[in-house]
């Protein structure tokens, strides 16, 4: 099994996507958590049409592993996705 991971720089924006064909679910949020799963931010997602949603997280300025987690609700039934998010420092010289 191949588990999702997202690169991103630390103190930069996640835009997280989720794209769901078929049925829209009827309530859609989108949390970032730290490794040991403490929220850090959970917004609710925007619509881009067609099935499309999207959220944007601001990453800690801390390098890490994180977790962006989508809880959809669909005809009463919840689904969960997770993709890991890795956030690089720079470093000056």
């Not at 769901?20 to 040991?36: E, F, Y």
Request: glycine share 8%; charged share 15%.
């Amino acid at each position: 099994m191949r588990i999702p991971k997202v690169e991103v720089i630390a103190g930069t924006t996640l835009r997280a996507t989720w794209v769901n064909s078929g049925v829209i679910p009827s309530s859609l949020t989108s949390a970032l958590l730290t490794g040991s799963e403490t929220c850090i931010s959970s917004v609710a997602a925007i619509s881009s049409g067609d099935g499309h949603f999207f959220a944007l997280h601001e990453i800690p300025t801390s390098g890490g592993w994180y977790i962006n987690q989508w809880i959809g609700i669909i005809a009463s039934n919840t689904y969960r996705d997770r993709q890991l998010v890795q956030a690089h420092r720079l470093e000056v010289d």
